[in-house]
């Protein structure tokens, strides 16, 4: 149970990075309250965004966009769903198929075709909205008390960033990387934390099979505790290292193996061409 | 026609000492809008504003029958250079041919004497198109103040803004020429006096009035007699960087201008996004607690690799680290070392106290810092400043000390080096124009110009380079070899194909030389007209301030169809020897310059001067070539002076974040033989400041830009 509450917080870590645009509502709120706010949020996720760019000249869109709905957000407004929304949040569990499971270990989607180990059952499969995505969720049980969640994820509301997977409080980044053929295609992460005594260790990663489609995995598996002190400069033990490296590298060979494919030749043309005078 | 002058004199007179006493301690502001022409003015007349320093500006503007197509840039807040062209629709320039009405080029500048306070108008004297053909000769003494929300302008002009018709104007009037007739003549010309208001009545909307001291009617395309001499409209600016400018001129014309007013800063259409700082992470913390030298160089080397940076190579002794790098990543080389100082402070273990951080160009190390830790990361927490950063660090041009004192005697170095990748490639999209010709104004060749460089041992190069031409105007162009034997003026020969041409095949190959001197070679196909041999040396010295070097070149002519035939119709031997000298005039404000003394590729000696500034990463600069032309036959030749503009700007204007790179378009005089160079894979004679210590000096601050 503790284990799948965590997977759930990584879930919520790992479905961020998406934006998207609303009309604002607010129990006793009126457009009068809404405009002081609004005012006050442009203000700060203007400065914000200064802040953030590289020269604190110019204003990052995207930024100043995410900066503006957390802050009003955080002063009690809500995007207002119409109808057809809330009908759509209602209807969840008809939520259009985005992949399938082919059999027990394997399953496809989004022309991806991801086998897990023997040792894996699937313990969960549904459909559901988060903000402006769609997506379908497997989750496999290991028989090391490893978990593995798949999740094909599409966009209606816009187009993800290529972020790397991220990683925040409580866990700490232990190493990442790019897919070996698939380049930032995939992006990999292996993290561990510390989580009311238990310890935990995880890779996850995003491949972008699209503009607007990603597929998130996340293989989470319990974290010895550690033997001694760690030498200066580290947190980990040597036991959890030599752990979490065995971890790490395992994972990292499963998904160069699961996502083969590179940018072909002509995207790389592209990225090669210049324009000059 | 003065009634009207002295009614807008009283006015200013009036706002000036009815208001001076209201402004207070406010200081005044003004706004400096393009006119109908590129410079910075009301219409016709000019102001004594001027684009703040290191702002461009691109300007199209029209008045039947004049149109004018130009650009203007501000310097040091001041001095405006502009410059155009003036199509004149009253004129056909070559009956029978298609080149359209004549276009007439022309250029100017204006320095501002007093800058404008509380009390004072601000005072330019300028002058334009005062050399040359001059068309359109005019010099003046401007004031312009603002005054609330109006700025006022009275100026005092001669030449044709002195009344006069262009036939009564004592000038040159041959278009090589460097005549100064009119631009030194005495003040005791006949003189105007013109003038304007401009009311900014909101940010984004002035109305411009003015009265013109021009008598249009003499002036070069015979405009027709202006029914009264004001020019009225409005400026408005959508955006912050446009003008749309519209009104009535000489109670005859409607005229339309469109202006685009911008800063040279690198950061360009897109914000940058910033790259988050450094930061190792567990798995590397402990593979550099467990490292051996070696391992520790293998890792660092790696992390430097994956960051970003090309030929990488880490040397790591108990005490010390030895990074040598290329800088692929940033426009400032002090970034780059921040960012290199970083990543090595994240990783290595305590014991590493002292880091030589060695920027490596072309092969050869061009800056060492030497720098203790702890005073590096003093530096970069911004406990330490600049110069106590300097009390216990070094920068230095070359690194042969520091390099006695790292390797000197020291078992226990390992080094790691990073297999570099054996080619690259990169592709363009070329333009090159042909200006001015019989056959039309602007003939241009488009073509995709894809590069692919080998490197098959330390610091050599194999250059291969195609053209494959998309569009190709200049079989149309009506420009025939001025000499028996051309050295340039047989361009067309060599451009006018629209099949694949092989420009470029050489082999180049760099090396260090004892006394840091650095050397070069080359062999091979250089540029579409010559194949031959070329070599070089050059030598910094103090800091990069100044250099000195020697080039030659020995080239023969290619075929002009055949990629691997040399010309059967041409067979001398173009010989080139040069002297380089190099030197960073005003080194905090990016100008520098060089002369090439010697013998030019068409056997003319002589000097090439070329003045630039390169600041904020672009560079705009001037050259001017004159050589002794005496055993050209051709007249045209013998009368030439090669001289140019150009322009450099870093792609970083088109991306979302800092990156190297950048393109240059030039704009010369007409193709001439004299003054002319060959092209090579690669230099040493400096194009900018941007590689000496000097200059990484100054900005060291960027180091801590992570």
């Not at chain 1, 203000?43 to 020269?55: G, H």
């Not at chain 2, 410059?83 to 022309?106: C, H, M, V, W």
């Not at chain 2, 050209?632 to 150009?646: D, H, R």
Request: aromatic letters at 14%.
């Amino acid at each position: 149970m503790k284990a799948a509450i965590k997977i759930f917080c990584l879930i919520a870590l790992l479905l961020a990075g998406c934006t998207y645009t609303e009309v604002w509502e607010k129990p006793g709120g009126n457009q009068e309250s809404f405009n002081m706010d609004s005012s006050e949020c442009e203000f700060i996720a203007q400065q914000l965004s200064l802040q953030q760019s590289e020269t604190g000249k110019r204003i990052d869109p995207i930024f100043y966009n995410k900066t503006y709905i957390e802050c009003v957000v955080a002063k009690g407004w809500s995007p207002k769903r119409d109808t057809a929304e809330l009908k759509k949040a209602s209807d969840a569990e008809r939520v259009q198929q985005l992949a399938e499971s082919i059999n027990i270990n394997t399953v496809t989607g989004f022309g991806q075709t991801i086998t897990v180990p023997n040792i894996y059952s699937l313990v969960k499969n549904k459909q559901f909205y988060s903000g402006p995505t769609i997506i379908e969720q497997f989750l496999w049980k290991g028989e090391d008390s490893s978990f593995i969640n798949i999740l094909f994820q599409e966009n209606t509301g816009g187009t993800f960033q290529k972020n790397s997977y991220p990683v925040s409080e409580p866990y700490v980044l232990y190493t990442s990387g790019i897919g070996e053929k698939a380049e930032e295609q995939l992006q990999w992460t292996t993290f561990w934390g510390n989580i009311d005594s238990d310890w935990i260790m995880s890779t996850g990663a995003y491949y972008y099979t699209s503009k607007n489609k990603r597929i998130i995995i996340a293989i989470t598996k319990p974290l010895v505790p550690p033997s001694g002190e760690p030498p200066p400069n580290v947190t980990l033990t040597q036991n959890q290292f030599m752990q979490i490296e065995e971890f790490s590298n395992q994972w990292q060979i499963w998904l160069n193996e699961q996502f083969p494919e590179g940018p072909g030749l002509l995207k790389q043309m592209i990225r090669a061409l210049n324009f000059g005078i | 026609m003065y009634l009207i002058v002295r009614v807008i004199w009283l006015l200013v007179l009036l706002f000036y000492f009815g208001t001076t006493s209201a402004l207070g301690s406010e200081k005044p502001f003004s706004k400096p809008l393009a006119s109908l022409q590129s410079f910075t003015g009301i219409w016709d007349m000019p102001t004594a504003r001027i684009l703040p320093d290191w702002n461009i500006r691109i300007k199209f503007g029209k008045a039947e029958p004049y149109r004018y197509y130009g650009g203007a840039l501000g310097l040091f807040d001041r001095l405006e250079f502009h410059g155009q062209f003036t199509e004149i629709s009253s004129l056909i320039a070559f009956p029978g041919y298609d080149y359209g009405y004549y276009k007439d080029r022309n250029a100017g500048m204006r320095i501002v004497l007093i800058k404008e306070d509380k009390a004072w108008p601000q005072v330019a004297i300028g002058a334009y198109d005062s050399i040359g053909t001059s068309k359109f000769p005019s010099r003046y003494l401007v004031f312009s103040k603002m005054i609330s929300n109006f700025d006022l302008t009275l100026g005092l002009g001669q030449g044709l803004l002195g009344g006069e018709s262009l036939d009564d104007i004592e000038r040159g009037t041959t278009g090589e020429s460097f005549d100064t007739t009119f631009l030194f003549s005495d003040l005791s010309q006949p003189t105007r006096v013109f003038g304007g208001i401009e009311y900014h009545y909101n940010p984004k909307l002035t109305f411009s009035l003015e009265y013109s001291s021009l008598q249009y009617e003499g002036m070069f395309g015979e405009p027709e007699e202006a029914r009264w001499p004001i020019n009225f409209g409005i400026k408005y600016q959508p955006t912050k960087h446009i003008t749309l400018q519209g009104g009535y001129m000489r109670g005859r014309e409607w005229m339309l201008g469109l202006s685009a007013d911008f800063p040279l800063e690198p950061e360009g259409m897109l914000p940058w996004k910033k790259e988050p700082p450094y930061t190792s992470n567990e798995k590397q913390r402990w593979q550099s607690y467990e490292a051996d030298n070696r391992q520790l160089a293998s890792l660092l080397a790696k992390e430097l690799q994956s960051d970003g940076f090309y030929g990488v190579e880490v040397s790591v002794n108990d005490e010390a680290v030895w990074v040598e790098y290329v800088n692929s990543k940033y426009l400032s080389h002090s970034k780059s070392m921040g960012r290199v100082s970083q990543i090595l402070d994240e990783i290595v273990p305590e014991r590493i106290q002292t880091f030589y951080i060695n920027l490596s160009y072309n092969g050869q190390i061009i800056q060492c810092l030497k720098a203790d830790r702890q005073e590096l990361q003093a530096f970069m927490e911004t406990r330490v400043d600049k110069q106590g950063f300097f009390e216990f660090a070094s920068l230095s041009l070359y690194n042969s000390e520091q390099q006695a004192e790292f390797f000197h005697d020291n078992p226990k170095i390992e080094t790691y080096t990073i297999q570099e990748v054996w080619f690259d490639y990169d592709i363009n999209l070329k333009v090159k124009t042909f200006l001015n010709n019989k056959a039309g104004f602007f003939k241009h060749k488009v073509f995709l110009r894809p590069r692919i460089n080998m490197y098959p041992w330390e610091n050599g190069l194999i250059a291969g380079e195609l053209e494959f031409t998309l569009l190709n105007q200049f079989d149309e162009v009506i420009f025939t070899p001025l000499e028996p034997e051309p050295v340039r003026t047989d361009l067309v020969l060599y451009e006018r194909e629209s099949e694949f041409r092989i420009s470029m095949l050489a082999y180049d190959q760099h090396v260090n030389l004892p006394h840091n001197i650095l050397g070069r070679f080359s062999i091979g196909l250089f540029e579409s007209a010559y194949a031959g041999f070329g070599a070089e040396i050059f030598r910094f010295f103090d800091k990069g301030r100044w250099g000195i070097g020697l080039e030659a070149e020995f080239v023969r002519k290619r075929d002009p169809e055949d990629n691997f035939k040399l010309s059967d119709t041409i067979t001398k031997t173009f010989d080139t020897y040069y002297v380089n000298l190099y030197g960073q005039i005003w080194p905090s404000q990016g100008i520098d310059g060089g002369l090439k003394i010697g013998q030019f590729l068409g056997g003319d000696v002589g000097v090439s001067l070329e003045l630039r500034r390169s600041f904020k990463y672009f560079t705009i600069g001037a050259w001017y070539t004159k050589t002794d032309t005496d055993h050209f036959t051709n007249e045209k030749n013998q009368n030439a002076s090669e001289k140019g503009v150009f322009i450099t700007f870093p792609f970083s204007i088109f991306s979302d974040h800092d990156r190297r790179g950048s393109l240059t378009f030039d704009f010369s005089s007409f193709t001439r033989d004299q003054g002319q160079t060959v092209r090579q894979p690669s230099v040493l004679y400096p194009l900018n400041p941007y590689q000496s210590v000097l200059h990484t000096e100054s900005t060291l601050e960027d180091m801590r830009r992570q």
